[in-house]
């Protein structure tokens, strides 16, 4: 599991993980999310996830707030 923070929320249900330690941001989708659900997120919430090959690049599955 890797470790991040929301950096970004968007009206239509994704957003953007600052990753430590990586310049790029990840990309994940609210049908990922585990634990809790998109309305509850804010941006600075501290996250963990796993980080998988999508269509357009990395993207975080599996995300929780810590």
Do not use: Q
């Not at 430590?20 to 049908?31: I, N, Q, R, V, W």
Request: glycine letters at 12%; hydrophobic letters at 35%; proline letters at 3%.
């Amino acid at each position: 599991m890797s470790e991040g923070t929301i950096k970004t929320l968007t009206p239509k249900g994704f957003g953007f993980i600052a990753r430590e330690g990586e310049t790029k941001d990840l990309f994940f989708h609210s049908k990922e999310l585990k634990g809790v659900t998109y309305d509850e997120l804010k941006v600075g919430d501290k996250v963990t996830f796993e980080v998988v090959e999508g269509e357009k690049g990395p993207a975080a599955v599996n995300v929780s707030r810590v």
